[in-house]
């Protein structure tokens, strides 16, 4: 990696190591959706949300488009959605892992 890749992938694992955030992106990896439509499926205030969605964009993972009135929010691309599944597995395997260790001590 260069530098700037580095620096790019620790922005945007920053943004990525909240829970809140990560639920976001659940959210908007189904469909794009407006602030109101994220901060309900997501349980948080509208508030709490835009200062998340800023986050994520600052960190290049979303994209916004003014749509009348509303902006709506939408992942940059299908690798994020990749990069939520990645994570999944990465847990099955290490809660599998875990699950063999205490089995040994048993």
């Known amino acids: 990696m260069t530098p700037e890749q580095r620096d790019f992938g620790a922005r945007m694992f920053a943004a990525l190591a909240n829970p809140s955030r990560l639920r976001i992106l659940e959210h908007l990896a189904h469909a794009p ?9 997501a349980g948080l205030k509208q508030s709490i949300t835009s200062q998340h969605l800023a986050a994520l964009l600052n960190a290049g993972v979303l994209v916004c488009t003014p749509s009348g009135n509303q902006r709506i929010y939408s992942l940059r691309g299908p690798r994020i959605s990749r990069i939520l ?6 847990y099955e395997v290490h809660l599998n892992s875990l699950r063999r260790m205490l089995a040994a001590h048993s």
């Open 85 to 90: 599944e990645l994570v999944e597995e990465f």
């Open 33 to 41: 959706a407006s602030v109101s439509e994220i901060a309900e499926a």
